[in-house]
T-cell receptor
Framework: AQKITQTQPGMFVQEKEAVTLDCTYDTSDQSYGLFWYKQPSSGEMIFLIYQGSYDEQNATEGRYSLNFQKARKSANLVISASQLGDSAMYFCAMREGRGGSNYKLTFGKGTLLTVNP | DAGITQSPRYKITETGRQVTLMCHQTWSHSYMFWYRQDLGHGLRLIYYSAAADITDKGEVPDGYVVSRSKTENFPLTLESATRSQTSVYFC????????????FGPGTRLTVT
């Protein structure tokens, strides 16, 4: 079974609108962390936002917010007021457990977001 | 330059040849990682290292060898390259602590002919 599932291979959004990118995860650990990375066409991986499993509030970073629903095991990325520069591949990733070898990440397959003018 | 660098950025090699991809970070991060990115698979972990002289296998380690004699360097060697190892390879590093993200290098595009 996949540990990170991103069900939307591609998404389209109009400039200035909000968009939600879906991510569901599978873990039996109580302590884990969820990350979102952006990969523009230039290829670099850019960290966007982090949510810890014990965090009671949803994480926010500027126009990015993470809609964390623990019972549903979902960690959706919300981008508000989309910009043309948001067009990129977006990856959800999970760190399971606490410390040591559990600092490694498991990535989903990604969602390609296209922002239309 | 500060940060994490990879070399070469592009490499074409022939089947059966040995090739080494270099990764260097200037932050003295304890942890370093190698991933490969293939269409339809996202990023998959090849090997990781918790400190100098401590390495462990990831999800797809077959055909790869790593070493870490110094904290700042984490080379990845393909001992006998195969066409299935054509991919984009990313190196990453992070510090200790649950909340820290991984910082990625710019990637190496490897083509095995």
């Amino acid at each position: 079974a996949q540990k990170i599932t991103q069900t939307q291979p591609g998404m389209f959004v109009q400039e200035k609108e909000a968009v939600t990118l879906d991510c569901t995860y599978d873990t039996s650990d109580q302590s884990y962390g969820l990350f979102w990375y952006k990969q523009p066409s230039s290829g670099e991986m850019i960290f966007l936002i982090y949510q810890g499993s014990y965090d009671e509030q949803n994480a926010t970073e500027g126009r990015y917010s993470l809609n964390f629903q623990k019972a549903r095991k979902s960690a959706n990325l919300v981008i508000s007021a989309s910009q043309l520069g948001d067009s990129a591949m977006y990856f959800c990733a999970m760190r399971e457990g606490r410390g040591g070898s559990n600092y490694k990440l498991t990535f989903g397959k990604g969602t390609l977001l296209t922002v239309n003018p | 330059d500060a940060g994490i660098t990879q070399s070469p950025r592009y490499k074409i090699t022939e089947t059966g040849r040995q090739v080494t991809l270099m990764c260097h970070q200037t932050w003295s991060h304890s942890y370093m990682f190698w991933y490969r990115q293939d269409l339809g698979h996202g990023l998959r972990l090849i090997y990781y290292s918790a400190a100098a002289d401590i390495t462990d296998k990831g999800e797809v380690p077959d055909g790869y060898v790593v070493s870490r004699s110094k904290t700042e360097n984490f080379p990845l060697t393909l001992e006998s390259a195969t066409r299935s190892q054509t991919s984009v390879y990313f190196c990453a590093s992070r510090d200790r602590g649950l909340f820290y993200e991984q910082y990625f290098g710019p990637g190496t595009r490897l083509t095995v002919t």
